[in-house]
C-alpha cells in the first residue's frame, strides 16, 4: 500500500512552509551552540582553577582586614581617656572593688560584643596586680577564668600569666577547643581564637579578644566545602577548618606561585601582608574534574533540551496558525470549564468570545456558591428550606469543618476608613481561593460577625494546607488575632452541626498569646481560681496604695496562669474577677461608683484581654485607679491626723508607738487607734511602716550608707525586722531595691 502525505504536510501548503521556516532557524541556531560549546570547553577547566584562586585570595583579604580591624579595635581603646582612666582604677584595685567603674567598662565591652560582624566571643581584661578578669559576664579570679569559664586544652591559666613577661605588643594565638567546666556541668564554647594586645602604658594590663573561629569560618571563606588552613611564619597552625587537616600536610611552594597540585589535591595559598600569615585551602582535582563533566553533561543536555523544546513549539505554531477555525472551536471548548487557568489567544475576536464565555460561567459559579453558603447557613441555623437547587447540602461522604475566628484590636477598628464587615471579606475572600488552590471541592462563607467556617470535602485537613495560611495571617497579628480550629472527620451531612459545634468547642482553647493558633485536640485543664488568701492579699494590697506591691502581684497571678496554662476565656475571666475584687474594696472604703469603671466597660475591655500583656495593663490600669482614690479619699487633711503625720515625719528613728502619740494629744489609745484607722483607712503601725519604708527607699539611693544603718536611723532594733517589713511594703528586700536603683541610673 501506497503511503499517501497529508494535504497539509505537502510542501506548498502553508503548514509545510512555516514548520520548514521554524526548523531552518533551529538548525542554525543549534550548529551556533554547538561550535561555542566546542570553544569554551577548552577555557572551562582554566576558569575553574582561576575561580579557587580568587576565592582564596578574597579570603585571606577578608581574614586580614578582620585581625587588622580587631587590633585597631583594641588600640582605640587604649586611647579612649574615660576608659583608660576606669582601667587605671581597676588595675589598682581587687576584684571586689571599683563596682562603678566594672559597670562603666562592661558597657564599652557589651557595646563591642553587640556588633555580630565582629565574631567576638567575648572581650577580657586581665589584671595582673589583683589576678583578676574583666569581661561580659562580671569578674571572677583569673584562676577561675581560664580554670572554669574559659578552659583550653592548650591554655593553661599559668599560660596567660606567662604573657606578662612577653616583650610583644600583640598575639594572633593558634585557635583552641575552650569550654565551661562550672558546677559539674559543662557546655562547649567552640573553637576560638585568641588575640592578645597589651596595654600600652599600663605592662600589667592584658586586652583578650576570643575570636569565633566557625563563624569567622563560615563567612570570611568562600568555599566551605573545601578546608581552610591557616599557618604563621613558623609553620605553627593558627586554625584549620576540616580536624582532617595538618599543618604537616601541606607542600612547600616556590617563589610567588599561588598554587600547585600535589597528592591528588589542588592547594591555593595567599600570604597576609598585615599578620604575615599563610592561607591554604585543598580543591580535589577529582572535584573539578566531576564539575568539568558535569558541566559538560549540563550543556549538552540544555542543547539538546532546547532543540526538542524548539521542535514541538515550531510544530506547535504552524497547526495554530494553519487552524483559525478550529482555533475557534477551541477557544469555546476551554472556557465551558473553570477548572484551570484560560489559553489568551492572540487574535482579538478569539479573546473576546472566550473572555465573554468565562464571564458568564464565573457570573454562574458565583451564585451556585453563594446558593450553597445559604444552605448551610441555614443548616446551621436549623432553617428549613424547600430550593431544589440547594440539594448538594445532603450528601455522603467525608468532610472535615474548620473554623476560623476573627478577634479584632479595639484599636484597629477605630482607626478611620477602617470597616469591619469590609475586612471580614476581604479575609473570607482568601481563604476561600487558597483552598481552591489546594482541593477543588470546599465551601468557604461567613456565619458570624467574627466567625469565617470552611467546609473541606476530604479525610483531613493536614497541616501543609493550614500553615500557610497561619504564615499570612501572623503577619497581622498586630490589629486582629486568629484562630483556626479543626473537626474531625464526619461523612454524613446530619453531622454537619455536630462538626460545627466540635469546632467551636475547640476555639474555646485558644492561649492568651499574639499568633495565630491552630487547634486540633481539646485540652482539659484545671480553672484556676484565686484562694481566699490571694483575695485577702489582693485587699490588703489595694488598702496599702503601694503600687509596686500591686505590680508584683499582679505579675505573680499572670505567670501561675501561664504556668498552668490557661486559655483566653480563663484569663478574661481571671482579669474580671480580680477588677471586680479591688472595686469592691474601693467601695467599701466609701469610694463612689463613679469614680470607678462601670460593669460594661469592664466586661468590655476583659473582653479585649487577649494576651497575658493586655491583661497586665488593664489589671495595673484598675488595680491602681482603685488604690489611688482610696488613698485620695484617706488623705483629706485633719488636725489630729496632720500632728500625727508631722511627728512622725520627724521623729522616724525615735520608739513611737500608738500609746505615746494618744499621750501627746491627751486622747486615749483606743480612741486615736480607731479616729486614725477611720481617717486614713489604715492601722497606726501600717501606716508608720509605710512612712519609714519610703523614707528608706530614698536613703537607699545613697550607696555609702550600709543597710543596717539605715534601719537604726528609722527606728527598727532589728535590721531582720527592717528587711521584712520593706519587703512586706516594697515588695522586694533592700538590697534588691538598691540593685534594681543603681541599674536603672
Known sequence: ??????????????????????????????????????????????????????????????????????LDMMLSLNQN?????????????????????????????????????????????????GDYVLEKEGTSEAKDTFGKFYVSPDYKPEFWRQQFDGSYVYRILPASQFSQSYMNSGKSLGHLIP????????????????????????????????????????????FSSDSRAAAGQLPSFTGDSSSLTQNGYYYFQEKGKFTGFRYVTMVPIQSISSELLR??????????????????TSIWLSVRLNTPVQRLIQAVGQYQSLDGPPNPSGIREFQLIGEQIRRMHQDLSDKSSLLRSYAFTDKLKQIRTNHDELKDVAFHRPFVVILFRLEFFSGFLDMPHMNRERVTYFIREYIQTHFSQIHEDNLTFQIDKDQILSLIFHEEAPDEWLLPLKAVFDNDKDWCLFTMAVSSSYREASDFVLAYEEALKLAEGR???????????AAQRPLYRLTAMQQEELQTKIRAGNAESLREW?????????????????LQRFVRHAAEL???EAESAGVKTEELPGEAELLTQTGQCHTYEQARLLLEHVLLLCAQTMMAKNENKDPVIEFVKDYLDQHLSEDVSLDLMADKLNLSRGYLSTYFKDKTG?????????????????????????????????????????????KRYAGVTPGEYRKQQSGHS
Request: proline share 2%; charged share 20%.
Open 81 to 129: 581617656s574615660d576608659l583608660s582612666a576606669n582601667l587605671n582604677v581597676l588595675r589598682q584595685l581587687s576584684e571586689q572593688a571599683g563596682y562603678d567603674k566594672t559597670v562603666k567598662v562592661h558597657t564599652e565591652i557589651n557595646t563591642l560584643l553587640a556588633n555580630p560582624l565582629l565574631y567576638y566571643e567575648n572581650i577580657l581584661f586581665y589584671f595582673k596586680n
Open 195 to 238: 588575640v592578645v594586645l597589651k596595654n600600652s602604658m599600663h605592662r600589667d594590663l592584658l586586652f583578650i579578644v576570643m575570636l569565633d573561629s566557625n563563624r569567622m569560618a563560615r563567612t570570611l571563606h568562600y568555599s566551605l566545602e573545601n578546608p581552610l588552613l591557616i599557618v604563621d611564619d613558623q609553620g605553627q597552625l593558627i
Open 511 to 521: 492561649m492568651p498569646y499574639a499568633e495565630t493558633q491552630l487547634i486540633r485536640v
Open 295 to 312: 558541566l559538560n553533561l549540563i550543556l549538552i543536555t540544555l542543547l539538546a533540551v532546547t532543540i526538542a523544546i524548539s521542535l514541538m
Open 682 to 726: 489604715m492601722n497606726f503601725s501600717d501606716y508608720l511602716h509605710r512612712v519609714r519604708i519610703r523614707k528608706a527607699q530614698s536613703l537607699l539611693l545613697d550607696l555609702e550608707l550600709k543597710i543596717h544603718e539605715i534601719a537604726l536611723e528609722l527606728g527598727y532594733q532589728n535590721v531582720n525586722s527592717f528587711i521584712r517589713m520593706f
Open 554 to 570: 499582679i505579675r505573680e497571678q499572670l505567670e501561675n496562669l501561664q504556668s498552668s496554662e490557661q486559655t483566653t476565656s480563663d
Open 1 to 70: 500500500m501506497r503511503f499517501v502525505w497529508p494535504e497539509k504536510w505537502k510542501f506548498r501548503t502553508l503548514f509545510a512552509r512555516l514548520l520548514a521556516s521554524f526548523l531552518a532557524i533551529i538548525v542554525l541556531l543549534a550548529a551556533f551552540n554547538f561550535g561555542s560549546f566546542l570553544y569554551l570547553k577548552s577555557k572551562i577547566h582554566d576558569e575553574i582553577v582561576k575561580y579557587n584562586g580568587l576565592n582564596m585570595k578574597h579570603t585571606a583579604e577578608s581574614y586580614e582586614n578582620h585581625f587588622k580591624l580587631t
Open 582 to 584: 479591688a472595686m469592691k
